[in-house]
C-alpha cells in the first residue's frame, strides 16, 4: 500500500471511529438526563398555575356561543361559507401595499381604464354597416375599418360606402 493511500485509511477510520463515538456519548446523555428529568417532573406533581389557566381556558371555549365542538361539525357539514363570522371577504386594507411601496424598485400599479367597446366593422360590407352614418361614433362603439384592432383609446374611422 502506497503511502497516501495508508494515510486516507488512518484518516478515514479515525473519523468514522469519532463519529460512532460521538453518537453513543449523545445517546447515553439522553437517556441519563431522561431519566433524571421525568422522574423529577412525575415526583412533584402537575403544576397548580398551568392547571387553573387550562381550565378556565376550558370554561371560557365550552360556554361560547358556540361550542367547540358544535363549531367542528358545523364547519366539517356546511364549509367556510357556511358560518357568517368565517365567511371570506374581499379587504379594503391597505397596510401591506403601503409597505411594499417602500421596497427598491417598487413600481405603483397604475389603475387600469375601462376602454370604450370597439368593434371592427368591414366598410367593404354594406350590410355591416347599416344604419351607421358615414363617420358616426354609435353609442360606446367606435367603428373601425376591417383587419384593425382597437386600442384604449381608438379614434372612429369614418365609415365610407
Do not use: C, H
Not at 70 to 90: C, D, H, N, S, Y
Not at 131 to 151: C, D, E, F, H
Amino acid at each position: 500500500m502506497s503511502k497516501g493511500l495508508q494515510e486516507f485509511v488512518q484518516y478515514m477510520v479515525a473519523g468514522l471511529g469519532t463519529v460512532m463515538g460521538l453518537l453513543a456519548l449523545q445517546q447515553f446523555v439522553i437517556s441519563y438526563l431522561d431519566m433524571g428529568i421525568a422522574d423529577e417532573i412525575a415526583a412533584a406533581g402537575a403544576n397548580p398555575t398551568v392547571q387553573s389557566l387550562r381550565s378556565a381556558e376550558a370554561q371560557r371555549l365550552s360556554a361560547g356561543k358556540m361550542p367547540v365542538e358544535e363549531a367542528m361539525k358545523a364547519l366539517a357539514q356546511r364549509g367556510r361559507t357556511g358560518l357568517r363570522e368565517i365567511t371570506p371577504r374581499v379587504s379594503d386594507d391597505l397596510s401591506a401595499i403601503a409597505g411594499w411601496m417602500r421596497a427598491p424598485g417598487f413600481k405603483p400599479a397604475t389603475p387600469f381604464v375601462v376602454p370604450e367597446r370597439v368593434e371592427a366593422v368591414d366598410v367593404d360590407a354594406p350590410e355591416a354597416a347599416q344604419g351607421v352614418a358615414p363617420g358616426a361614433v354609435t353609442r360606446g362603439v367606435t367603428v373601425l375599418k376591417r383587419g384593425t384592432t382597437g386600442p384604449a383609446k381608438a379614434a372612429p374611422v369614418k365609415v365610407q360606402q
